[in-house]
């Protein structure tokens, strides 16, 4: 099938659901057999752990129409759909930045730019296990049957993105490709000496407010940079990277309600008990809920996570591939600069002998500053809205974003310490109140004190209110996991 033939409707008949023509390429789909069972044994070692027998109600990828794309049902997770599916091509689309901007977009790899795609690919790709791997535990402490669907929900889909991925790397990287789709089912996350390749994605996601954070902030950066790679001149990376941004919304809005439901509850429980005062601890927690600065602390410790995720402020990597047409900008074809910028600057705000100094440096140079700062305004929306449930319980306390240069470990403030309000301090300062900053052991053994699952149809934990609203539609008391067969 030519690639403008390809169809909205996937073909469900073979091993590997797909629209991109599996069965008229038999050397790619030999290959993708091939990675398959791996997969399999790594989802079954890696994935969900204690569930791979119950049934999920999940949602399927059937098409990529955006009027319609996916069938709910339940399902056994290893026996999951996962497809291999790229956004309907846009005909005549050219290469909407960089220095070959305006030419037809490419559907073979340049061999200018194959290291350069190839690296971004396998980094792409890597962080989409290595969640998964994270969360395995999670299932074991759900708050709900509502919650622990979710948690699945969004694991099956960062497997899907894997395969999305492996896809490119196979059908466009040969046998060097092939050895990296091999290499992506062999690292672990958090592992001595084969680890995944970025830090968050080494870190523990031990607790459900800390899987709620992840949803929020880390899957946002999955957004922003598949934002901006569906802007690239390959056109396949493209198109799959579209598609993959529709299933990206949910996870994030997984993160954002998960944590909305968890201030509801605690405003809810100290106005019931009449306690006003946000940093009386021990009564809080005497309530079974989380007190909001232990929430803030969980903020302060994921968002600089996420924040390092955007590589050095000034980078000739993303210089290069923005030149080179390869990763744009978040939301490109909607700016109406000269997509180019060899001519423009953009302000860094960097740390020059201890002080911080706004500096404008060549927008080339700083395409990681810029693709953060759009990060951290569509990271502000939603702490707003978790301020809006506190003040409408009126409960004196506000959530923040914690300056940049609080708690980083890349780029600009990695060389100091700050506290969330960006003073800059002293090693023995930092050690003095980092407890004040960032969850303590005793913050985590409250927290980890109260995980206990609860798996009744409707019910939920003391810590976590309910949803607004069902999933597809479904009632409050709706049976999400079957566990019992
Ligand atoms: N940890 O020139 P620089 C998602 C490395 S999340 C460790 O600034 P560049 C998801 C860097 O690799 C989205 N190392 O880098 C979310 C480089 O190493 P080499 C994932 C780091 O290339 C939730 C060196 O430092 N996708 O999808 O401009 C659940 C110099 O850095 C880190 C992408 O990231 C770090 N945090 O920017 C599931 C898109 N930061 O090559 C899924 C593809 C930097 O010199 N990746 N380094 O050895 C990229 O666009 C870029 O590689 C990065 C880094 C933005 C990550
Ligand atoms: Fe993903
Ligand atoms: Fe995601």
């Known amino acids: 099938m030519a690639d403008g033939m390809q169809g909205v409707d996937v073909d469900y008949d073979g091993l590997i659901p797909n629209n991109v023509g599996l069965n008229g390429d038999e050397r790619l789909k030999k290959a993708l057999e091939t990675w398959h069972p791996g997969y399999i044994d790594w989802w079954k070692d890696m994935g969900p752990e204690g569930f791979q027998e119950a049934l999920v109600y999940l949602r ?29 091509a846009v005909p005549n689309r050219t290469i909407p930045f960089g220095k070959h901007k305006g030419e037809p977009v490419w559907q073979e790899v340049p061999g200018e730019y194959r290291a350069m795609l190839r690296r971004l690919l396998v980094i792409q790709g890597d962080t989409e296990p290595a969640s998964v791997e994270q969360q395995r535990h999670l299932g074991a402490t759900a708050p709900s049957l509502y919650d622990l669907r979710n ?62 954070m992840f949803t929020y902030f880390t899957d946002r950066d999955g957004k922003m940079q598949l934002e901006a790679l569906a802007q690239s001149g390959f056109d396949p990376l493209s198109r799959t990277c579209r598609f993959m941004l529709t299933e990206e919304a949910h996870h994030m809005f997984v993160g954002e309600t998960g944590v909305s439901r968890i201030v509801e509850r605690t405003c809810d429980a100290m106005n019931k008990a009449g306690i006003t005062d946000p940093t009386a601890t021990a009564q809080i927690r005497a309530l079974g809920v989380i007190d909001l600065p232990t929430i803030q602390r969980k903020i302060n410790m994921h968002y600089p996570l996420t924040l390092d995720l955007f590589g050095n ?36 705000l960097r740390c020059i002998d201890g002080q911080f100094v706004e500096q404008h440096v060549p927008a080339l140079s700083a395409l990681n500053m810029r ?53 800059i301090l002293s090693e023995a300062e930092w050690v003095a109140r980092v407890d004040t900053f960032l969850p303590t052991p005793d913050d985590a053994a409250y927290i980890t004190g109260l995980m206990q699952p609860v798996h009744g149809a409707g019910d939920y934990a003391s810590w976590i209110a309910p949803p607004k609203a069902g999933i597809d539609g479904k009632p409050g008391d709706f049976e999400y996991v079957q566990i019992h067969e």
């Open 151 to 212: 948690l699945f929900q969004v694991n099956v889909e960062e497997g899907r993105h894997l395969w999305a991925m492996v896809y490119l790397l196979q059908k466009y990287f040969g046998t060097q490709g092939r050895e990296e789709a091999e290499e992506l089912l062999n690292r672990r996350s958090g592992h001595e000496d084969n680890p995944r390749m970025l830090g968050a994605f080494n870190e523990r996601t031990p607790d459900w407010l800390s899987f709620f």
């Open 313 to 348: 402020e000034i980078s000739t990597n993303a210089a290069n591939a923005f030149n080179a047409g390869i990763k744009g900008r978040f939301r490109e074809d909607k700016l109406t600069d000269d997509h180019a910028l060899l001519d423009s600057t953009y302000p860094v």
């Open 60 to 88: 399927t990828a059937v098409s990529v129409d955006p009027k319609g794309w996916a069938k709910f049902g339940f399902v056994k997770m290893p026996d999951y759909k996962w497809g291999i599916l790229l956004a309907p």
């Open 371 to 423: 693709l953060r700062d759009d990060f951290i305004t569509d990271a502000a929306g939603g702490v707003g809205r978790w301020n809006k449930v506190i003040e409408k319980a009126g409960i004196a306390f506000k959530l923040t974003l914690p300056h940049q240069a609080h708690n980083r470990r890349i780029g600009e403030f990695a060389s100091i310490k700050a506290d969330p309000t960006g003073q």
